[in-house]
């Protein structure tokens, strides 16, 4: 009897890892070819827009992200960009001082000590004064058109919020786990996409996301939520669409780093839990498919390093009952013996796909459990670092 149960979990592991990686990209793909039609819609007038930004230390891209602002082929009447320095001891704040007087539309506001995104978002949208907010980084670049595209969206009166597409490039310093990130991002970005033509996109890229004042809320930083995530599924929570625009593009880098990528990754974990327990009742939604993509999409991808671990281990107790099971163990630890080789050839600056893609997805899981980990024990911090 216990073996049958070890069994059955074996092979329930095995189908939600084959169902979250390559069954549900294709499902919701074929759905949103059923349910994608053309708008019908269209803005009679540009709505005025507040660009929003939490910035930390960032010296290093800060006044190229102003001119990047400054090219938006947007009127400069109908834009204003609010920056707030998160107790930055850089040159940050300087920069953005003297930055005042040749760009009209800027407003920074400096905070004296690091209180987090959160915090931040928070009192800047306060003093936004656009019906359209568009939440960024100070590391995306806007194509020029990216943000009159956008805004295009919000003609249809039941979207609530809209999400850019992020172009991920290479970190300069061609760092393996910058290959693999880019990889992961043309992987993910079409299943967000099709998603967005249903109208349920589940947690889009803070770097570039819009919504409507009305219906933001104050994110709630005593529950140490994932700031990006909470915004873009707001819409979701009031009953609106959360659409994606193919046409308004955002580019920026991936980690320049393993570490840095590893810590970030830690860091939405801890958070991404938070956030599922404010919103859970999205996973019985009725709407059907806004349900499935969560459960589908997030859920089970942010406890999949524990569908890993048990898998290993139900396979392991398994191995001598039936051949099958031989064959399943040599799968696994393919991916691990490759990753392992992967992490080596990343110290010699060797990057061969077969190895560092192995290498990005352990890598990136074992930040997931230790998010979880770091969530079940303590809670999560509010403050952040830019990752670079």
């Not at 970190?171 to 996409?193: F, H, L, N, R």
């Not at 320049?256 to 974990?269: A, G, T």
Request: glycine share 6%; proline share 4%.
């Amino acid at each position: 009897m216990f073996h049958t149960i070890i069994e059955v979990l074996f092979w329930c592991f095995a189908a939600i890892a084959l169902h979250t990686y390559f069954l549900f990209p294709q499902i919701i793909k074929i759905i949103a070819s059923l349910l994608r039609a053309s708008s019908t819609h269209s803005l009679q007038q540009l709505p005025k827009v507040t660009v929003v930004i939490s910035a930390f230390n960032e010296e290093k891209v800060i006044l190229n992200r102003l001119q990047n602002l400054d090219s938006l082929d947007y009127p400069t009447e109908k834009l204003e960009v609010l920056i707030g320095s998160d107790g930055s001891n850089d040159n940050t704040n300087s920069i953005l001082h003297e930055s005042t007087q040749k760009f009209t539309w800027l407003t920074p506001i400096l905070f004296t000590e690091n209180q987090g995104k959160a915090t931040v978002c928070n009192k800047l949208v306060d003093k936004s004064s656009g019906e359209i907010l568009i939440f960024g980084d100070a590391d995306h670049f806007y194509e020029p058109n990216a943000v009159k595209n956008i805004v295009q969206y919000f003609a249809d009166p039941n979207t609530g919020g809209v999400a850019g597409i992020i172009d991920m490039r290479n970190s300069p310093d061609e760092s393996a786990v910058g290959v693999e990130e880019q990889s992961y991002y043309a992987y993910d970005t079409p299943i967000k996409i099709a998603e967005g033509d249903c109208g349920c996109m589940i947690g889009a890229h803070g770097g570039f996301f819009a919504i409507r004042k009305e219906l933001y809320e104050p994110i709630p930083v005593e529950l140490g939520v994932t700031d990006d995530f909470f915004i873009s599924i707001l819409p979701l929570w009031k009953g609106y669409k959360v659409v994606a625009a193919r046409d308004a593009v955002s580019h920026t880098y991936s980690a320049p780093s393993v570490k840095d990528e590893f810590r970030r990754k830690v860091r939405f974990s801890a958070t991404s839990f938070a956030t599922l327990k404010y919103f859970w009742k999205l996973l019985f939604d009725t709407r059907f498919i806004l349900s499935y993509c969560f459960w589908s999409h997030r859920v089970s991808k942010w406890f999949f390093p524990v569908i890993m671990i048990l898998a290993l281990f139900t396979n392991i107790y398994l191995l001598s009952s039936d051949i099958v099971y031989s064959v399943t163990m040599i799968g696994q630890a393919s991916i691990y013996i490759l990753a392992f080789v992967g992490f080596v050839m990343s110290r010699f600056g060797y990057k061969f796909k077969l190895f560092t893609f192995p290498y990005y997805f352990v890598v990136s899981n074992a930040a997931l459990l230790m998010g979880l980990v770091r969530y079940i024990k303590s809670g999560n911090v509010t403050k952040w670092q830019p990752s670079r």
